[in-house]
């Protein structure tokens, strides 16, 4: 039996096949992906459920992702249960009209923090059932020394921004054998393999949103230029900044821009520390061969950057390109969707045997401003460069050493 790290990273095999096609918005590679992940999570449950379904002990259970439940919890995942059981389950799910409860979105996102380190980093929150939410647009201090009087007033009120949650749906799919509820499953169980479709599918397209989304019916991504011209909701990507080396004069240039706060307000803030989002490929190839340098004892050292950096990787970037940025200067807020129902749909089958269920989440994401990120070219980042000192003296023949 497999402890929950060793199925984290299992599934975060089963998702490489679903980020690409998600990537590549192919449909049909999506649904193929997503039935063969959804597969391999259901096994896994199925098995895990036989083998524990008699243990009382919370910590064993817990190590296999099977938390406890609070009541409210319990309650909406029995009715779902009873609804599932039901000679007709769409109307059933209708008539309990039981919402999904925060907690558990709660839990989703807490997963989807812990397995993907993007989301991890940035401002990420559950929006609780938010319309809208305030966000400081411009990165201004919200205090002030004085009087308050009409024209602070007014200078403040025209940097604080009103992000609309609901401008973004994102339609999580949830295949359900129906052998898990014939089988007697319990609200536990529903709610660890609910947890992990969810966390795992959601954070595929909320990574593509967050790193390229364009701003229409998706977040904004670190990659557009707020300032620039918006095509029918369609944000434009920024100037690309060609990043060949990581010697220290190269990469600080690219690190200071950050420093700046935008125009509109002026004026300079500390950057402890950026991240540097990368695709999988170009860290191996090209990030890590640049960050790599040989120690006097002759091993090797790695991710040895001139600058704080925190590097993440993301197979929703492309080959060639990567994001550098102040991660908790992008915000990205989700919330059930319409009252956080699941419904029946009959529309989709993407396995045998299963029937599927929908949940809407609604969210929306963006930059807090301008100069948070760079978009960055790394096609021709080049190896760290290897010192070699050569001594050779009378008494000494030719020694050879390579040095960082």
Partial sequence: MKNKDLLKEENKELMQALSQALKEDDEDAMAEAFAVFATGVQERIMEEYKDLRQSKDATILA?????????????????????AKSANPKQALIDINKAMPETIIDEVIDDMRESHELLSEIDFINCQG????????????LATWGALNSAISTELAGKID???????????????????????????????????????????????????????????????????????GVYADKAKVSLKTLEPKEYCAAVAPLAKK??????????????????????????????????????????????????????????????MGIAKKYFMGVAAGDSGMIEYSDEYQFL?????????????????????????????????????????????????????
């Fill in 63 to 83: 190590s296999r992702g099977i938390r406890q439940l609070t009541g409210e919890e319990k309650t909406f995942y029995q009715a779902w249960i009873d609804a």
């Fill in 130 to 141: 938010a319309v809208k939410m305030i966000i400081n647009a411009d990165n201004i201090d």
């Fill in 162 to 232: 009103l992000l609309n949650m609901t401008l973004a749906k994102l339609t999580a799919f949830i295949p359900v054998p129906k052998d898990m509820f014939v089988r007697g499953l319990g609200p536990e169980w529903l709610d660890n393999y609910v947890r992990i479709i969810l966390s795992e599918a959601s954070s595929a397209g909320l990574e593509k949103g967050i790193l390229k989304g364009t701003g229409k019916d998706q977040p904004i991504g670190m990659c557009k230029n707020l300032d620039g011209a918006v095509t029918q």
């Fill in 262 to 323: 935008p125009d509109s307000v002026g004026g300079y803030r500390t950057v402890p520390e950026v991240m540097l989002v990368v695709n999988p490929v170009d860290y191996i190839q090209r990030v890590v061969p640049s960050s790599t340098v040989r120690a006097t004892d002759g091993t090797y050292k790695n991710n040895i950057f001139p600058y704080p950096t925190k590097v993440v990787q993301s197979a929703a970037l492309d080959e060639g390109e990567a994001i």
């Fill in 352 to 404: 045998e045997d299963n029937r599927v269920y929908i949940t809407k989440l609604y969210g929306m994401g963006r930059p807090k401003d301008n100069n948070a990120f760079q978009y960055l070219d790394v096609s021709n980042l080049q190896p760290a460069p290897m010192k070699v000192e050569i001594t050779n003296t009378v008494d000494n023949p030719v020694n050879t050493k390579a040095k960082a």
